[in-house]
């Protein structure tokens, strides 16, 4: 053991319990999360690539998907390929800094995330209510510091949650509850009075979730009322398509997310199992459903896959 500003640690760092407790169901986990990675890694550098390539994804829309495809692909990767070697290893450490940096990172992009739903709903609004001028409010500039905001607020609120949480003295406790660092399974490891992380913590939810859900609400109440209002089914049609699956992204993140909290401290081997396949929901399975649902209906993508690989078939002639 070694001491460190008045907290004990496992020499190694922390242990990360994962689902330890579950032999079989890690083992079934290991393969299915291995194909799921590799489904979230293909579907998001795909739209980012689209969207590079591709004139006609050269819109708002498309800007903030790309992000979020970014963001996705940072998001997975900050806990899966650490829970994947953990599984095959059978060795569960985690070094005290990378505890720290995953913490930092997962934190800051799933705040950032909640953030940068609420705006694309904001997008979305703009383009449903105020059609003829949305390419002039919307322009590039405003996208990018719009992103930015997103970005800054993010991690901004998992700075200060890191830093509190690991101010926190833990007294040799080192087994943490889940498969990566995260801000309740940190808390639950203290041996002192952590109200004002509480505190902290369920403020920082009011701002990173809260708000942006009542911004998201907002948005969609005025987008319903826009769309009723079209005369043309073709039109309503193309507008519910487009809402649609932003609306289920923002459902399915945001909900498992929030229900997260209700296994914050659990006490049964039933409500553990729970919260850790909760948060493999959020960080794993949103993140690889997104591409699907956001594509998979889009006829925006298809033509640039069809015009993009139409391009490839040209050069391919012309240099044969």
């Known amino acids: 053991m070694r001491r460190f500003n008045n907290t004990f640690y496992y020499n190694n760092g922390f242990i990360l319990v994962g689902f330890s407790e579950w032999p079989r169901l890690e083992m079934a986990l290991f393969v299915v999360i291995s194909i799921f990675y590799i489904m979230t890694l293909v579907g998001n550098s795909a739209i980012i690539i689209l969207s590079c390539l591709g004139p006609i994804l050269h819109t708002p829309m498309y800007f903030f998907l790309a992000n979020l495809s970014f963001l996705d692909l940072c ?40 953030v940068l739903l609420s705006v694309m709903a904001f997008d979305r609004y703009i383009a449903i209510c105020q059609p003829l001028h949305y390419m002039v409010i919307m322009h590039s500039r405003l996208c990018q510091q719009l992103a930015t905001v997103a970005w800054v607020t993010g ?4 700075l200060v949650q890191t830093v509190l949480t690991f101010l926190l003295s833990r007294c040799g406790q080192y087994q943490v509850e889940n498969f990566f660092c995260e801000v309740p399974a940190m808390l639950q490891l203290s041996c002192v009075d952590t109200w004002i992380n509480e505190v902290e913590m369920y403020a920082a939810v009011v701002v990173i979730k809260v708000i942006p859900v009542g911004l998201i609400l907002f948005s969609y109440i005025n987008i319903v009322k826009a769309v009723v209002s079209i005369q043309s089914f073709e039109g309503r049609k193309k507008a519910f398509n487009t809402c649609g699956s932003h609306l289920l992204v923002v459902i399915m993140f945001y909900g498992s997310a929030i229900s997260g909290y209700a296994y914050m401290a659990p006490k049964s081997n039933t409500a553990k199992l729970k919260g850790k396949l909760l948060a493999l929901f959020y960080g794993l399975i949103t993140p690889m459903l997104n591409p699907l649902i956001y594509t998979l209906r889009n006829k925006d993508v298809k033509g640039a896959v069809k015009k993009l690989l139409g391009r490839e078939q040209e050069q391919g002639q012309n240099v044969a």
């Open 155 to 158: 991690f901004s609120n998992s």
């Open 75 to 114: 998001y997975t990767t900050s806990t899966v390929p650490q829970m994947l070697i953990n599984i095959r290893s059978h060795q569960r450490d985690i070094s005290f800094i990378g505890c720290i940096a995953q913490l930092f990172i997962f934190l800051g992009l799933g705040s950032t995330e909640c």
